[in-house]
């Protein structure tokens, strides 16, 4: 078994399941960042900011790249992390805006492993809330963006079977395994 110190990004369009499965693998011990465009959406809407993603995709990209970054500086060890900084430049892209600069692939190679694990849509579970105020069919089509950034980049989706919570930890589990990859908890 190959120990890692990289991070393993959970991805995938909103509404997916992602901070539900990142909060189920911290409850069994497993090191995890949280989503920051959550925390950046919380704040903006907080404080009546305009750094949202439906207002202006710039300034939240930016605004989550920041403080992405400075929660990697401050998590030097292995941790799941929900979404990594290839999401924002993702955001800019679905929102058309091409000011932000492109996220560079090998600093994210240097700080996240090879795989993601990806989940996938899931209409069922889709909940539209404030910090999610887009359509189902808005996530459609920020997946397609997705997996085409990230495989582009040359990460591998292992996509997350649409199952309980439970369920998804084990699968999670045994792909790390499979695949030779250990991780203290």
């Known amino acids: 078994m ?23 693998l911290e409850e069994i011990g497993f090191p995890c960042m949280e989503e920051v465009s959550r925390f950046v959406i919380d704040e903006q809407l907080q404080m009546k900011g305009h750094a949202l993603p439906w207002k202006d995709v710039k300034a939240f990209s930016e605004r989550c790249i920041l403080e992405t970054n400075n929660r990697l500086k401050l998590e030097e060890d292995f941790a799941f992390c929900d979404r990594g900084l290839l999401d924002y430049y993702i955001h800019s892209l679905v929102r058309d805006d ?7 692939v090998d600093k994210c190679h240097e700080i996240y492993h090879s795989i993601v694990f990806y989940c ?16 189902f069919e808005h996530q459609v089509f920020v997946d397609s963006i997705s997996r085409k950034i990230y495989e582009g980049a040359g990460f591998e989706l292992v996509e997350v079977p649409k199952v309980s919570v439970e369920e998804r930890c084990l699968f999670v589990e045994e792909e790390l395994e499979i695949r030779g990859i250990s991780v203290a908890i």
Do not use: D, H, M
Not at 98 to 104: A, C, D, L, N, R
């Open 2 to 24: 190959v120990g890692i110190e990289k991070k393993i990004v959970i991805s995938g369009a909103a509404g997916t399941g992602k901070s539900t499965l990142i909060e189920a």
């Open 120 to 135: 996938p849509l899931w209409e069922s579970i889709y909940e539209q809330e404030p910090q999610r105020p887009e359509s």
């Open 98 to 104: 091409q000011t932000i600069p492109k996220i560079p």
